[in-house]
């Protein structure tokens, strides 16, 4: 989790963007200690901080900050996320980050896809060598039901 975090950082203070935010130092903790769990799938970690970026951002537009509006994009990105099947709990909260730190419509792209990415890279590179397990981890295929 450390070296994910501290090149998130690093990127960021490279690109003087705030990469590393909170939501993604849950994404790290839950990838690299539980790499099985289907939240923590490639596709729902950069999906789902996008899509709870991209609600915030629209939220804030619409309704200004404060805590109504963070309730509401929290709410609406998590059923967003469900709809698209890219539900990754930490990513929710990505979508307070994105009205608290007042996100322009780049926010979804710039940090969100950027520190996201990075974090899926990194633990696909890391996983083998410090776990001694793959990320992402293999889904056992269905085999269709014979009939005796």
Same mark, same amino acid.
């Given at each position: 989790?450390?070296?994910?975090?501290?090149?998130?950082?690093?990127?960021?203070?490279?690109?003087?963007?705030?990469?590393?935010?909170?939501?993604?130092?849950?994404? !790290? !903790?839950?990838?690299?200690?539980? /790499?099985?769990?289907? &939240?923590?799938?490639? $596709? $729902?970690?950069? &999906?789902?901080?996008?899509? +709870?970026?991209?609600? &915030?951002?629209?939220?804030?537009?619409?309704? +200004?900050?404060? +805590?109504?509006?963070?309730?509401?994009?929290?709410?609406?990105?998590?059923?967003a996320m469900m709809s698209l099947?890219?539900?990754?709990? /930490?990513?929710?909260?990505?979508?307070?980050?994105?009205?608290?730190?007042? &996100?322009?419509?780049?926010? /979804?792209?710039?940090?969100?896809l950027i520190g996201a990415a990075?974090?899926? !890279?990194?633990?696909?590179?890391?996983?083998?060598?410090?776990? +001694? $397990? $793959?990320?992402?981890?293999?889904?056992?295929?269905?085999?269709?039901?014979?009939?005796?």
């Amino acid at each position: 989790m450390f070296c994910s975090a501290i090149l998130v950082a690093a990127i960021g203070k490279a690109l003087d963007m705030p990469l590393l935010i909170a939501p993604f130092l849950a994404t !790290a !903790a839950l990838k690299h200690s539980a /790499p099985h769990l289907p &939240g923590v799938a490639p $596709r $729902r970690v950069i &999906g789902g901080h996008f899509v +709870g970026a991209s609600t &915030g951002v629209a939220v804030g537009a619409l309704l +200004g900050g404060g +805590g109504l509006s963070v309730a509401i994009a929290a709410s609406v990105a998590a059923v967003a996320m469900m709809s698209l099947d890219v539900l990754h709990a /930490p990513a929710v909260a990505t979508a307070s980050v994105a009205i608290q730190n007042h &996100g322009d419509h780049w926010f /979804p792209i710039t940090v969100v896809l950027i520190g996201a990415a990075t974090l899926v !890279a990194t633990t696909v590179v890391l996983s083998p060598l410090l776990h +001694g $397990r $793959r990320y992402p981890v293999a889904r056992p295929t269905l085999e269709p039901a014979t009939n005796p």
